[in-house]
């Protein structure tokens, strides 16, 4: 079985933010905000690795119902949701997942 090379795994997200089907899409926002502040702050690693391991742990959100993915919220559904003047308030995200 073949190794998975060093610095791929220190890109990998172990633990990638999660959230109910049943939550507005704002809410899904507020989360990747939130955890792209937190993890920029966070300092105890190599800043440029940081850097990467922030933005893709804040790029999208993983999606559950009843503790099962469901799906996957991105960066590009809140560019298209303001594409087409959705209400990132009352939109839900199992209407707009990939």
Avoid: H, Y
Avoid at 13 to 35: G, R
Avoid at 66 to 73: R, S, T
Avoid at 75 to 81: G, H
Wanted: with cysteine.
């Amino acid at each position: 079985m073949r190794q998975v090379p060093a610095i791929l795994k220190a890109v990998i997200v172990k633990n990638p933010l999660t959230i109910s089907s049943t939550q507005a899409v704002m809410a899904a926002i507020l989360e990747m905000s939130n955890c792209r502040s937190r993890d920029r702050c966070q300092g105890n690693i190599d800043a440029q690795l940081a850097e990467l391991w922030a933005e893709a742990r804040s790029s999208c959100v993983v999606v559950l119902e009843n503790d099962q993915v469901v799906g996957i919220f991105t960066e590009k559904e809140v560019l298209d949701l303001c594409a087409k003047s959705q209400s990132l308030n009352q939109t839900l995200l199992r209407d707009v997942i990939s």
